[in-house]
Structure formats: C-alpha cells, structure tokens
C-alpha cells in the first residue's frame, strides 16, 4: 500500500516496487554490510553527486568547465576554516559554503562565461589552480600544513548529540545530499521550463536569445547552481575526511574525475552521471582494495573513454537507450582502421 | 499619416571595410506583410540581425512601435514584440516539439499552466500537435520551420520577421506555411519577410523592398518594383531585358 504517500502513488506499478525497494536497500546499506561498505558507500554517493554537479554546466548547458573541482575545495575550506579557525558548528560552515561558493562562482562567471569552448575551458582551469596557490600560502587555510577539523561535537548548540558521527552518519549525510541533488537535477534540467532554456542555449544560443532567453543570465545561474553543489559535498567531505590540504581538495584530478564520470555515463542525462560516477568509483576503489593497486584503473577508464568518444557519444545511457548511431560507428571504425593501417 | 511598426533610418553596418548595411531608411506599416528581396550578398541577413539585435548598428536607429530600440539585446527585443527566424532552421533537436515551444521565455505574467495551454494552441494552429512529444531531431525540414514559426509565435509578437520561410519546404508544405502567415496577417501580425523564391513574394509580399550592395534601392508593390530600372540593374546587371519584370 502506498496510500498516503503521493510520490509513490504517481509512479506507475512496477517502478513504484523498483524505487521502493532500491530506497530500503539504500537506507539498510550501512546496517547490512558494515562500515567498510558504508565508507565505499560515502565516497560512490559523494562522486555521483559532484559528478552531477558537473553535468549541470558541462552537460546540461555544453560549458566545460575544467576548474570545477575548486569549488570542492572552497566548501571544504569554508566549512574547515569556519570550524577550526572559528570555533563555529559544522552547520556554520555548511553555510559558509554555500555563501562563500556562490559568491566566488558568482565574479568568476561574469568574465569567464562571455567566453566558449577551449577559451573557457582553460579560463576555468587557469582558476582552480590559481585558487590552490591562493590556499597553499594563506595562513587562514593552514598553508601547506592545512587544517585538521574535529570530528565529533559532543553537543550541537547545547544540546547532547545523540549519536556517534561515524561512518554511519557520513553514509546518510551522503546519501541526502546526493539524492536532493539528483532531485534538483530532475525537477529543475528535465521538468521545468529553466532546463529547456539551459538545453536550448546549449543547442544554440542565437536562437535561445531570439526567443526571449537572456542566455548571459541563464548560464551565470546554472554556473553558480553548478558550484554550489559541488562546494556542499566540499564542505561534508571536509568534516568526514577531517584533514584538508590544498593539494588534495583542490587538486586537479577531482574536475578530471567529474568531467570522466558524466561523459562515461552520458552529458546532459540525470542518470549519465549515477552511471558514470558509479562505475569509476568502483573501478578505482575496489582495484584498490582487491588488486592493491591504485593505478590499475586508469588505464581502464583510459579506454573506456576512447570507446565512448569513438563509439558512443551519448555514453552509457545513450547504449542503453539505444542512442548509438551504427553509421557513425561504421565511419569511426573505418577511420581508425585506415589511421592504423589495420584496414 | 501612417502607423510604422519598424522604422529605421540610416541603419548602417561595416565588417571592416566591407559596408554590409549603407545608411538603410525603411518603414514598415503596422498590419502589412513586406518582402525583402536582393541578390545573394545585397546585406537583407545582415538587416534583419542588426535589426533583431546581433549586431550593433555602426551608425543610424532602428525604432519598434514608437521606441527606440537600436542596440538592444535580441532577447529583450524578442520579449519587446519582435520574433524571427533563421534562414538555417534551428530547433532545439535534443528536446521535444513541446519543449521547444515551452523554451521559450516572455514576460507577460502567464502562469506555466496558461503557457502550456498556448503551446498547445499554436501547436494544433501549425498542424504538429500530433509530434508534440517526439524529438525534434527526427522532424522533416518542413515541419522544422513549422516549429521555429510556433516558438515565435509563443512571444506574441507584433513583428514576426522571416529569413526565407519556403527555403527547401515541399510546394504543400509551403502552401500551409504561407496559409498560416496569411491568417496571423489577419489577425493583426506585422511580418517583415526575405524570400527568394519571387512567385511567393508575388503571393505573400503587400509591398517589397530591394536591396543591392547593401543598400535599400527600391520600394513598392510587387509590380511596380520588378519594373524599376535600379531594380532591373541590381538583377541583370545592366543588360536590358525583354522581359515584363525581374527574371525570377
């Protein structure tokens, strides 16, 4: 029965059960299987987020933003810098960070977004790095000691905590997170009017603008929406991982990691994302744990890739939907072939 | 005295030292339907963008229903009352018909309810509401320009200006194309069209105006325009024809 509960109710039968089962094997995830897989479980719900946060400007509105990943490490700094240097709760710099990124993504948007393509590409990328040098010799950020954060209050604004903030609590603040942002992806990119324009701009933008989109000021708002989310999962990343240096959260390879997960998966798709991030984190992770490597998987991701460029464009969603265009394949085949004279 | 929808004067547009657009005077009556007709290059794209807001102006104004408009952004011009399209049909191809049509953004205070409903008007209006949920990728070229009209047609424009509506349209479908124009016509809706195909200039077009080296030569009907001789010049360059009008 799901009377009562109006989202289950408009879904058609079969879904319904499907959702409703994938919630409750979500939620018992932890409980079932332990903290090793609520800790695999933390990072694969963070990377699908961030990974979806990408999408929003990389797929949804075909802006390729390359320094992405800075906005991780501004909610990471923001929500560190307001526990440690401060003294202030967690849900002071889960504030912060949203303030603090949609602020900075706010200035970087008005030059940067008159920019397209390459141009942008390394305009965005020229400022994550730029943003890393900034951390690494501001004494507020901890330089290049970094900050080390408390992990678990003892009281929240007086009040007694009643639980222990461990794996299991970072595996459901994760899982919220995670799931508003793909809510937010779906209500706002495929259902409401807003993602058509973003999808409209993206497709072309002198026809968006002719039909009344001020695409300048549509593009800022998905590129400061974009940021945001990322800088959220920054900032729980930051109480969860407790130790923040600049060269690891606002190292290049976390925008890297976005950029592969959403065009392994598929750009401009709600699932591409969940696909993507998905996979790679697995991929990564559990090569790590069971082969003892850490770099196995990228040779992996490597060819994936160049499948995916050659062969399927629309990604993995775009192979499940049946997107891929044989004529197209038959061309990249043909070429390759002749490229290599395997032909 | 007349009631100018669009009036410019001395619009004037250079890419260096090539004057696409020479100090361009027109007025286009409110209600009427006007062609724009000229040889390939004669500046009539570089008109309707610099007019519709692409392009700055280098010199001169363009003025909209009594305002002065020169410069303005085209989506501000697109909410003002101006829509047009593009001589390249341009759907949005990753979205569906009624996405495209919903795309669209005015400010007329409707709710997303009464937007919806409009889109489903102009949809059975153009004949595509049975494609309203298909891809706009897999439309004919036909009904492409069907849909560009229909996404115009949901700012409520005064000034609907075309770039070659019947280019690469099948003779039925361009039948129901100059229909539709014929009917909003009717019902009030000024249209600034660029055509090459002259018999439907001859059908569609109340008055015409010429352009040539990007400049605007000549004006009038239809008639009187194929019998001037700057007109005859700018077609056949300079050699006389034995011909009644321009040999279009």
């Known amino acids: 029965m799901t009377d009562g509960v109006p989202f289950l ?88 960070a949203l303030v603090v990124s949609a602020a900075i993504a706010y200035l970087v948007a008005v030059p940067t977004l008159r920019l397209t393509g390459a141009y942008f590409a ?25 900050l080390s954060l408390p992990r678990s209050p003892e009281t929240f604004i007086g009040v007694p905590v009643p639980f222990q903030i461990g794996e299991t609590f970072f595996y459901y603040a ?96 709600l699932t591409g994302p969940v696909v993507g991030g998905l996979l790679v984190f697995l991929l990564e992770r559990l090569s790590s744990v069971f082969l003892g490597s850490t770099t196995f998987y990228l040779p992996l991701i490597g060819i994936l890739i160049m499948i995916t460029v050659l062969f399927a464009p629309s990604g993995i969603i775009g192979i499940l939907r049946g997107e891929v265009d044989r004529d197209e394949v038959r061309k990249n085949v043909k070429e390759l072939g002749e490229k290599f004279d395997l032909l | 005295m007349t009631d100018d929808i669009l009036r410019t004067t001395d619009l004037t547009k250079q890419f260096g030292a090539l004057t696409a657009n020479d100090e361009i005077s027109l007025s286009v009556e409110r209600g009427e339907i006007r062609g724009i007709i000229g040889p390939n290059g004669s500046g009539k794209t570089t008109f309707f963008n610099t007019v519709t807001g692409f392009y700055k102006p280098d010199g001169g104004s363009v003025h909209f229903d009594g305002e002065e408009v020169t410069g303005w952004e085209p989506h501000r011009l697109a909410r003002r009352g101006i829509g047009r399209t ?64 229909g996404r115009v047609l949901m700012l409520d424009p005064e000034l609907v200006m075309l770039d070659e509506p019947a280019a690469g349209v099948n003779p039925a479908l361009e039948s129901r194309i100059m229909d539709h124009i014929h009917e909003l016509n009717d019902e009030g809706t000024t249209f600034v069209v660029i055509e090459h195909d002259m018999h439907v200039m001859k059908t569609l077009a109340d008055s015409v105006s010429v352009f040539d080296s990007g400049s605007h030569i000549a004006q009038g009907d239809f008639e009187a325009v194929s019998q001037d001789d700057a007109v005859r010049e700018a077609y056949l360059g300079g050699t006389t024809a034995e011909d009644d009008e321009v040999p279009i």
């Open chain 1, 174 to 269: 994760m899982l919220v997170l995670c799931l508003a942002t793909l809510a937010l992806t779906y209500y706002l990119f495929e259902r409401h009017e807003f993602g058509y324009r973003v999808k409209a701009l993206r497709d072309d933008q002198d026809a968006a603008e002719s039909l009344g989109i001020d695409t300048t000021r549509v593009k800022r708002q998905v590129y400061v929406l974009s940021c945001m989310v990322a800088a959220v999962f920054g900032s729980v990343h930051a109480w969860y991982i407790v130790y923040i240096h600049p060269n690891d959260v606002l190292a290049a390879i976390i925008t890297d990691r976005m950029v592969i997960m959403a065009l392994l998966g598929g750009l401009g798709t």
């Open chain 2, 86 to 149: 593009f001589q390249i049909v341009s759907p949005f191809k990753n979205m569906t018909v009624r996405q495209n049509m919903l795309a669209v953004q005015t400010e007329d205070g409707r709710s997303r309810e009464e937007k919806r409903d409009r889109a489903g008007e102009i949809m059975e209006f153009l004949e595509i509401d049975h494609i309203a949920d298909n891809e706009a990728r897999g439309m004919s070229g036909g009904q492409q320009k069907l849909l560009e009209l």
């Open chain 1, 9 to 96: 109710d408009r879904l058609p039968g079969a879904r319904r059960y499907w959702y409703a089962g994938l919630a409750v094997f979500l939620i018992a995830w932890p409980l079932l299987f332990g903290n090793f897989w609520a800790r695999i479980g933390v990072g694969a719900l963070m990377w699908i987020g961030l990974a979806q946060s990408w999408n929003m400007i990389g797929g949804y509105a075909g802006y390729l933003d390359f320094g992405h990943g800075a906005y991780f490490g501004i909610g990471a700094f923001a929500a560190g810098i307001a526990m440690v240097q401060f003294g202030y709760p967690f849900l002071v710099g889960f504030a912060l």
């Open chain 1, 122 to 146: 390394i305009a965005t990328w020229a400022f994550a790095e730029s943003m890393k040098q900034v951390a690494l010799v501001t004494e507020i950020t901890g330089g290049t000691f970094g």
